[in-house]
């Protein structure tokens, strides 16, 4: 699968100014070798009544992570993850893309296919 590593400036300027101003929220995992939490930020998107996760650069660490403990943490809410298949993500990806804006559209050109984009649909633990 795809993966586009994000540069310099996305991993020590962008990422660390988003977690600090809330812009979004923030994704917390466990790391699967270290299993340390991992945090990113990020955008859900809700599609139906339910909450998602999608990944624009596809094929990223966190999306390994989620696969390998679906336990997830957005802001201090725990969720159980599950990935959606590539033939149900359509209608998420086009809500994500409207909400998330020019910011990810970059993405969505380099990767333009479903499978590039892993989603997971999120449901609150308990």
Same mark, same amino acid.
């Given at each position: 699968?795809? *993966? ?14 988003? +977690? ?11 790391? &699967? &070798?270290? +299993? ?30 989620? &696969? ?10 725990? *969720?159980? @993850? &599950? ?11 086009? @809500? ?10 970059? *993405? ?19």
């Amino acid at each position: 699968m795809a *993966y586009l590593k994000p540069g310099w400036l996305t991993t020590k300027i962008f990422n660390p100014l988003a +977690k600090v101003t809330g812009m979004g929220e923030t994704l917390t995992v466990t790391a &699967r &070798r270290t +299993k340390k939490p991992q945090r990113i930020p990020i955008i859900s998107v809700d599609v139906d009544g339910s909450k998602y996760l999608v990944s624009t650069r596809g094929e990223a660490e966190w999306v390994k992570n989620v &696969r390998a403990d679906p336990n997830v943490k957005i802001g201090s809410t725990d *969720y159980v @993850a &599950r990935e959606i298949p590539e033939q149900d993500r359509p209608p998420i990806l086009t @809500a994500y893309r409207k909400k998330a804006g020019r910011v990810v559209e970059g *993405y969505f050109e380099q990767l333009p296919h479903e499978a590039d984009h892993p989603v997971f649909v999120v449901t609150p633990e308990g």
